[in-house]
């Protein structure tokens, strides 16, 4: 069973999860159902709840051309990794989890 991402909110993260697996690179991209303005946080939790990753971006990337690059982390381990993505200033939020086998 490979990878797999389960996502809720009106922010949507996507990732490729083929062949997602320890010690892989997951590659985060972002789809808003509303019109949202930015800045956005987005905060990254390991299965262990540390935080592995937390950044201010200024445009959400969506994979499109013109799109700012993928959000990246290393998968260190297996485990449920918590991915949080908040609009700064509005009311957006969106919240997955990336369950690596």
Excluded: H, W
């Amino acid at each position: 069973m490979g990878a797999r991402i389960e996502s809720t909110g009106e922010i949507e993260t996507r990732c490729d999860t083929a062949g997602l697996c320890a010690g892989g690179t997951a590659k985060l991209v972002f789809r808003a159902f509303d019109d949202v303005s930015p800045p956005f946080t987005i905060k990254v939790r390991a299965p262990s709840g540390k935080i592995i990753l937390e950044r201010v971006i200024r445009e959400l990337p969506t994979g499109r051309p013109q799109s700012p690059p993928p959000v990246t982390f290393t998968v260190s381990a297996p485990g449920a990794y918590k991915i949080e993505v908040v609009q700064i200033y509005g009311s957006q939020t969106g919240n997955a989890t990336l369950d690596v086998p």
